[in-house]
């Protein structure tokens, strides 16, 4: 675990998500006086609150201890912090409540689990992290445990004094509620539910969790806050366990209509949460087995909180459905909740292919049968003419549980040149291919290689012709524009970007990734026989890899973000691509002493040029992706650093984990978890799973 | 129609609703520069706008004329109105935009429909007014008709001038869009859709109204703007049909499983929508109709507002689910969205008995199996000792359409003594017999009289133990408390307000209640042949009258609001019961020479002194219910108006109804329609269905 907070030199002040596994839900708390509890389907932390502390005393002298995770109006914060708000102060009948601070708070981080420790106070919340078996053929049970739409707690308060003393756990939510029968827990009609195994424990709804203390209902009454009390006599210890759950049943998407998958395994809330609570000891020791495993990986604590935080924050975005009767593997675009965007699919194809490879082919399948177009391009020499180009797939399949009709994704539009929401045809084209030579890698599935046959034949082409349709035209990087530009220009994954990362023609980003698509097709084209389309690849990939490697300029070895452009600012993703090809083992490809030697020694040689503050390094040593803007993206941080290091053998100052980890937990305090950053403030891509590329940095053996 | 707006005295500027039958939903529009449109399951208006209007020239040319009904920051605001914002200080790219305002906008409400008129551009909005057939048996066809969940509107742009125009209706939303197939219209994955008849619309979604101008997309885009674009040619008028619709099919209840009616009688969203433009022109003209009927009644054009915005008002808060195939009607309670608040009921019966009698007796039948308890009491000078009570009634069925356990209300709460939260036992016990009597009344139902035959016996008994147990210590009020109280006191309907009307132990105005309710018992007996109940009934009655007559001061005929307690202040409700032996027919109990002739002239007294200035009127003669509380029911104004002028002969002065309509309308501008006032500003209670209780001004004639 990595402690933080008292006693050392990192703040506890910053959310972290703590969700099940495809239930598009998270219980999301840390961040002090702040929006705090359980989510769904949302790209932000749910405007509720957690009150887990304990009364000591009761009447007039009673005060209430509460860690800090619930939202409070700073004009109230002062009553309440470092000291019990005064009897004077207080609203009349109200008790006086008291939070925990930084002072006194500790918080250990770990890659399954997060614990908060402060007075007499210790709470705890359990993800477990396993390799999940595939839903369309794993047996009920195995699917129960990893499906469940469940995170487990466990809160424990002891009483070492003499005072009566009686712990609190409650949320805030919608009204609602109401008592389960069969089990010791709460429901509340919004698919959110949640149990503890504490039979003596005495559940009630209220306004407010002063409320609960002055009056008494008979089953679940009106407001929102609903919650337990248990008594800690003197000298004792009480833990409650707590199963916090959620139940989304019928329908829930539109477009298509699917439903949850865990409504397969499960029949109630009351089953859900009777389950995890059965299942908490289990899940409590898996969770601290996983925890010692990444505290025993050759890294430093920093790395180790970006791993624990970002694995944790990508299963808030997951999303397995029930297609009548079939799995939909969908990972949202965090905030923007976006369906299976596919240039975050192929950044986090590396966590997948280690943890559920049937995920990843899942959602390669649903973008080949119904998310990808065949399109004719055009040179902007000549934008009138349209010229064979081939297929592509789109940037996503919807959004917001809202299927887009086949071929289209909500996010690209036509006639925008080279801004926000034009097509990224090429680039996601090279996603697919890369997401499928990493699934290839991984599973070696020869029926995967069998039913796209004829796609991966059609994805070289389609490769070929957005260099060029005309062979003797092609340079060895995107030169046309896909029709559906409708006159305007692609752009690339790094949307929001300026033209250095942003702009897909001739960038040297992509025209890595079009290389490594050459490397990758040649493996799966040779698992399955193709040899005839070996030689072109080889070609291709040749040219991509002149054309980056002569881009650099002499005399600094700096090459230009823009192939074409000598004045255009250099970036550090133009590295980016050498991942496919070292994470696939193809040592010779990414070898000095290989055939794209030259380009690999010329990587090197720009990397090690641009990591310079005012060019690629922020003054504290943060990366900065290119060296005109200001907007960086986490994720692709990370899989720069693995390749800079694994690849490149360029050391990385461990100094920039630690910045980066602080981008994390100050500069994205509030958003969970995110991808983009301006000088180490979030300013976008909240909630945001794609940076579990830090998974490479303990896939070092492969 | 009402008029208001430009060259009349009335504001235009305040929201009304327009909803569709039994859907909790509605369309809520008119207050300017606020949350407008399409709302569901909620209690305000929804954080959304309308952007109804026409784009003037195109490019830099550019102008766009709005209705002012979409949320505005003030600081946006100076921009916008009177006068084009500037292209100086216009967003880069934006067009200028023109809001209408008072100075030239007109709104006529009428009964059903309401239209507003501003440039070139007429928008209206129709919701027809029907006896409603009962979903138990009526014919699929009829109840298709009725039920359906959709609102019409209608919305007309002339281009009188030579310039481009393109009429514009678009509203923002959630995201999750997708363009329906079959029909010009666009739904929504939160249940919401809509669809013209025009087939020259151009349907889009974008992030604003301005964005769709610059961009086009194959399908349905990111964003939450969603609408259509017509081009008016020069010389032209284009009227779009346009039909709104809320589509919400599974499960929607908790506790209890129940589904929306019309998923019964409908496919789809655009079922829904194919179905309302279908049938738009039968119900324009059934909506004029019922306007012209409004106005040819003998009222002043406030009174006849009050009844439209309250009818529309009531609507908004209607449900009718489907529970297993049996009908379930349910009127939430405003924004608090409690299920069949029974104090609520016994104040809609007038409207429910006139348009859906069936709908008033399938509450009382719910209340009868379900949310009714037995329970004892004990006289408050002696708490300790439990009485034989009765049978009562629980204030709700649950809320936010979560059922509470059967025998439980979500809102009632032990061990508060005469406070808001409290019990309603007697009260409520009250509105079960009068509601049955109005229903009765309406529909002559033996089987309903044959099924409740036991009950009703029940209810008289419960009656008179809630007076007391003791036949000997009976006073003709309530003075035992029920045991639920734990020790508290019960409140009645008036639960916000002060003692005079919060308070239900011995108070004049349930005690009224207890005297309507003897006579309501004995019409029912009679009619079942229960006349061996009559005697105890008859003995009862007088107590309640002569207990009333009696409070009166002798010297000013006020009475107190507590009747054993002379320095209570006077409050008008003490006539409110008359209401029911009134309305039911039973000239002879309200005559001042019957046999309550007594009473009848006491209270007669008792309200001209009352009011008054200082006492039970506002300085601008709104009424003010109680002497000592600044909180008035605009329902029980508006009741006991009714009473005042057809019952005790008492003119109303009509200064009132612009006093009380101003309270709609600008004192709950933005509340939809509101029942709770302080000095005329809505406090409390808004999207309220009560104040439907002006229906009793169309029943002049019974």
Redesign the interface.
């Known amino acids: 675990m990595i402690p933080h907070g008292r006693g050392t030199d990192r703040t506890t002040n910053f959310h972290a998500h703590h969700a099940p596994v495809g239930a598009l839900a998270t219980y999301t708390c840390g961040k002090h006086h702040h929006d705090t509890g359980a989510g769904h389907e949302s790209g932000q932390a749910p405007p509720h609150g957690l009150f887990a502390g304990y009364r000591d005393g009761t009447g007039a002298d009673a005060i209430l201890n509460l860690f800090p995770f619930f939202p409070v109006k700073p004009d109230d914060l002062a009553r309440y912090i470092g000291s019990a708000e005064s009897a004077a102060t207080a609203q009349a009948g109200a008790i006086p409540r008291r939070l925990f601070d930084d002072r006194e708070l500790r918080r250990e981080v770990g890659w399954c689990s997060e614990r908060w420790l402060a007075g007499d106070a210790e709470l705890a919340i359990f993800t477990p992290l396993n390799e999940l078996p595939d839903p369309a053929c794993a047996p009920a049970a195995a699917q129960r445990d990893a499906f469940i739409p469940a995170t487990t707690l466990r809160f424990t308060v002891s009483n070492p004094g003499t005072r009566a003393r009686e712990m609190l756990f409650a949320a805030t939510y919608?009204?609602?509620?109401?008592?389960l029968n069969g089990i010791n827990g709460l429901?509340?009609?919004r698919g959110y539910g949640f149990a503890t195994d504490q039979a003596e424990a005495q559940r009630f709804t209220a306004f407010s969790p002063e409320w609960e203390y002055?009056?008494?209902?008979?089953?679940?009454?009106?407001g929102g806050v609903a919650g337990f009390r248990l008594v800690v006599p003197p000298g004792q210890t009480r833990t409650m366990t707590i199963a916090v759950g959620w139940w989304h049943?019928?329908?829930v998407?539109?477009?298509k209509r699917m439903a949850y998958w865990y409504t397969r395994l499960f029949g109630s809330i009351e089953d859900v949460l009777g389950h995890a609570l059965a299942r908490a000891d289990a899940v409590v020791a898996a969770c601290a087995a996983r925890d010692a495993e990444l505290m025993a990986a050759k890294l430093d604590d920093e790395q180790r909180f970006l791993i624990a935080h970002s694995t944790r924050g990508y299963f808030a975005s997951t999303q397995l459905l029930d297609d009548g009767g079939t799995p939909r593997w969908i990972v949202n675009e965090g905030e923007?909740?976006t369906l299976n965007t596919l240039d975050l699919t192929v950044d986090m194809a590396f966590f997948e292919a280690r943890f559920q490879p049937w995920a990843l082919r899942n959602v390669l399948d649903q973008f080949a049968a119904e998310y990808r177009y065949s399109s004719r391009v055009y040179d902007p020499a000549e934008p009138a003419r349209l010229l064979p180009g081939g297929v592509a797939f789109t940037h996503d399949m919807g959004?917001?549980?809202?299927f887009?009709?086949d071929g289209?994704s909500?996010?690209?539009?036509?006639?925008?040149d080279r801004g926000c929401?034009s097509y990224m045809s090429c680039e996601e084209l090279t996603n697919w291919i890369l997401s499928a030579g990493i699934y290839w890698r991984q599973a070696r599935d020869a029926a995967f290689l069998a039913h796209h046959a004829a796609l991966l034949v059609a994805c070289q082409s389609s490769l070929l012709n957005r260099d060029h349709p005309d062979a003797a035209k092609r340079r060895g990087y995107m030169q046309c524009e896909d029709e559906?530009c409708?006159g305007g220009g692609e752009i690339t994954t790094y949307d929001s970007l300026d033209h250095s990362l942003g702009q897909a023609r001739a960038n040297g980003y992509l025209a890595g990734k079009m290389w490594a698509c050459h490397l990758v097709l040649a493996e799966l084209f040779a698992a399955s026989g193709r040899d005839d389309l070996l030689p072109a690849g080889r070609e291709a990939a040749a040219r991509c890899a002149a054309a980056i490697t002569a881009s650099a300029d002499a005399a600094t070895g700096i090459m230009p973000s823009i192939l074409t452009d000598p004045a255009s600012a250099p970036i550090i993703p133009v590295i980016e691509a050498l991942a496919y090809p070292a994470w696939m083992g193809l040592r010779k490809a990414v070898s000095p002493a290989g055939p794209y030697g030259a380009m690999v020694t010329a990587l090197r040689r720009h990397l090690l040029a641009v990591l310079k503050p005012g060019l690629c390094l922020y003054p504290d040593g943060g990366w900065k992706l290119s060296a005109s803007a200001d907007n960086s993206w986490a994720s692709k941080i990370h899989l720069c650093q693995w390749v800079a290091e694994r690849v490149l053998d360029v050391a990385v100052d461990p100094r920039s984990h630690r910045v980066h980890a602080d981008w994390q937990r100050t500069g994205a305090a509030s958003a969970g978890v995110s991808d983009q950053f301006r000088s180490g403030v979030c300013h976008a891509s909240a909630y945001y799973p794609r940076i579990v590329t830090t998974i490479l940095w303990l896939n070092q053996g492969r």
């Open positions: 919608h009204p609602g509620w109401r008592m429901a509340n009609r002055t009056r008494a209902h008979g089953g679940a009454a009106f049943e019928g329908i998407t539109f477009g923007y909740l959004g917001n549980n809202t887009s009709p289209h909500v996010y690209e539009t036509a006639g925008i929401f559906r409708a």
